[in-house]
């Protein structure tokens, strides 16, 4: 049964970020860094997403479609093919990028979308990726349906405009051609880096999530090197599962300026051990190969988890994070994110940083924090207007 009633929540002893495994306190940013913060890493690395077998760089970069003029002429448009090759394979992902022409150097927004490059606007210049027939039918679309009636299907959770308007670029990339989000490992990155007679990852390597952050940043080396981007600016951005991917991407990758949990639920911002809503059990049973086997071992089993996300969170500091929730999303359990948003906290406090201060979880519409920011708002797991308005005010105000 999936737990819904506050009152039900089991009582737990959450792991505290400032004292390491052998029970010493840390009470310093150095001690972090030096100490607790690399054994946190590891653990989460290969106890729960898993750890990426060996580098791999991109091996070639191929400008497919350019124009000066995009958006009715407030911005640029260019999609840019990353190609991969390792032992013979090969890989490639589309990054579809926006940016403002009245900014010489454009803070940006990385995100993935669910289903193709060509579904977050009805610009009819965005290329179809190859790929994007593979989680359509999610959408009633069938492989015999033409590309063109899924043109635009989720402009509505991607303001581009409103974010050119203000300034800012985005960058975005059909996560199924970094890994297909199906239950094989089949194609994808990771079996790019096999080794003989290997056909899925380890025990402790990665699963999909860490696949796509991984994607998160072999896009963040291609931007960082554009001179029209500011690179100091790059905000790593992920809703639902992809939030799971954007908190471990910032996680792994220090060069992110910036990160944004939308609705990431469990494995995401989300406490394990309240076990409310989806659970352990739940999202490995229900999407066996989202993280590393070795995650397994926590199936049903919450208590003996000697981390909790909060943790996750606080490997981010001291860069910003914001983590947002849904009224009406309780499977991703929004208390639990912003507690776990608010025990982060004293971690962030170590350098200095203001985050959420108080235990009370704010009311909806009304955020709070900033450095480390947190809204609930209402209505559904979704990504909405109301939400990138807050990512805009956070990124201009704390992403420096």
Known sequence: MTNYDESKVPTFKLPDALTTFDGDKIG???????????????FFETQVYGKVPEKLDISGT????????????????????????????????????YLPKNVDKAPIF???????????????????????????ESLGITDHTPSESARGVRSNRWPIEKLI?????????????VAPD????????????????????KPDEWGKIAAWAWGYGRALDYLENQADIDASRIVVFGHSR??????????????FAGVISNDSGCGGAALSKRKFGETIGKINASFPLWFCENFKNYNNNEEALPVDQHELLALIAPRPLY????????????????????????VFALFGINGIGSKEMPKPNAPVGSTVSYHIRTGKHDV????????IIWADAWVK
């Open 384 to 391: 909405t207007d109301y939400d990138w308005e807050q990512y």
């Open 182 to 201: 199906r239950d094989d490992y089949e194609d994808g990155v990771q079996p790019l880096l096999y080794g003989d007679g290997q056909n899925k990852p």
């Open 110 to 136: 990385l995100g993935y979308n669910f289903f193709g490059n060509h579904t977050v606007s009805t610009d009819t210049d965005i290329i179809v990726p190859k790929a994007w027939t593979r989680n359509s």
């Open 28 to 42: 310093t940013a150095q001690e972090w860094n030096e100490i607790r913060r690399p054994e946190l890493y590891s």
């Open 242 to 255: 992809l939030g799971k991917a954007a908190l471990w991407a910032g996680a792994t990758d220090a060069r």
């Open 62 to 97: 191929k400008v497919l479609e350019r124009s000066g003029n995009a958006l009715n002429g407030k911005a640029t448009r260019r999609q840019v093919q990353l190609t991969f090759n390792h032992k013979g394979q090969i890989l490639s992902f589309v990054i579809l990028l």
């Open 323 to 346: 983590v947002a929730s849904a009224v009406d999303d309780r499977w991703a359990d929004p208390r639990g994110e912003f507690l776990s948003a608010y025990y982060a906290t004293e």
């Open 165 to 177: 308007d203000a300034g800012h670029g985005l960058a975005t990339i059909y996560y199924g051609e």
